[in-house]
Nanobody, 128 residues
Framework: QVQLVESGGGLVQAGGSLRLSCLVSGRTFSSYAMGWFRQVPGKEREFVAAINTISWNGDNKYYADSVKGRFTISRDNAKNTVYLQMNSLKPEDTAVYYC??????????????????WGKGTLVNVSS
């Protein structure tokens, strides 16, 4: 059974930075496409960033327009971990951030329905 555990959330002032981590259990991490999504209470979960499987060009990344140029997704297959480096944070980035895994390559920007496994989330709170 695949398990995803996020860490790194917290309270930060606007303009600051945080790095989220997601540790994935199992031996087939490199075969998963990984993504980050976020959700504000009362709103739908939205896509943030994704990185493809190694076999489908591990440098292939997708970003939501709202975070492009500020957030960077990366993966360390030796550590079974995917990261989300968040810079120049804004109050509107406040949300619960979820790590997700898809069992196969991504052919375009994903939505939550193509992801197969989810973590429980970590809260990011950006104060103004």
């Amino acid at each position: 059974q695949v398990q995803l555990v996020e860490s790194g959330g917290g309270l930060v002032q606007a303009g600051g930075s945080l790095r989220l981590s997601c540790l994935v259990s199992g031996r087939t991490f490199s075969s998963y496409a990984m993504g980050w999504f976020r959700q504000v209470p009362g709103k739908e979960r939205e896509f943030v960033a994704a990185i493809n499987t190694i076999s489908w060009n591990g440098d292939n990344k997708y970003y939501a327009d709202s975070v492009k140029g500020r957030f960077t997704i990366s993966r360390d297959n030796a550590k079974n971990t995917v990261y989300l480096q968040m810079n120049s944070l804004k109050p509107e980035d406040t949300a619960v951030y979820y790590c997700a895994a898809a069992t196969g390559p991504l052919y375009n920007m994903p939505n939550e329905y193509v992801m197969d496994h989810w973590g429980k989330g970590t809260l990011v709170n950006v104060s103004s």
